[in-house]
């Protein structure tokens, strides 16, 4: 990436980025701390050069290989429930994509785990995040669907992609008290579920309509 793309993008990427924050408080997100990160995180970089124009819209966008970049309310949303109780020490993300969810999450909690299953967008991902200086973060290959049992039990888990149920192995990888925030739902319809682990077993609340990628099995290199 050159530094004229930095600078250009840099000219007007203030003024772009204060509307997305504007925008997204009127859509309702309350967590100032959320709105702060947001406002300093650099999305243009987590895109491609050719879309980086479009990259303070709220909107997802495709980042290759079939995947997208969420849209800042629903990285904002995820993120404001996921910190709803206070902060988190560890948190487990499960599908990195562009690696902004990831960025903005590293910001604000103690230490982030993101699993991704598709290689190419893991190493690119990787690169951006060492570019901001993030060092909080592991990343692995692998399919998060099991979760990433070596380092459980997490304060918070957040799925970026959409199984058609919970799965219970990322239940079981919250400590009790943690909360998993993920999409749920067939390849068309899907809700915005959290739950929350208890001594025996979880509590499930629906929150709202969501469109995401969906989960799937196995590497991809
Ligand atoms: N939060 C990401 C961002 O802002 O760029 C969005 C990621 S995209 C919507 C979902 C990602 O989940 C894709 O990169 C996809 O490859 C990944 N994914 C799907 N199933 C997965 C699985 N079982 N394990 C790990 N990653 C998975």
Redesign the pocket.
Known sequence: MSSAHHRGIGMTSMRTRNRLIDRLSEEGIKNQGVLEVMRGTPRHI?VEEALASRAYEDTALP?GLG????QPYI?ARMTELLLEDGPLKNVLE????????TAVLAQMVGRVYS????EP?LQQARGRLREMGLKNIRMKL????MGLPEYAPYDGILV??APAGIPLALVEQLRVGGRLVLPVGSAREQVLVKVVKTEDGYDKEILEQVV??P???GVQR
Not at 94 to 101: A, D, F, L, N
Not at 142 to 145: H, T, V, W
């Open positions: 987590f980042i995947q997208t970049i969420s990285v499960v599908g990195t994509g562009s690696g902004y969810q699993v991704e299953r598709i967008l692998s399919d998060g669907g970026t992609a995401f990628v989960l799937l099995g």
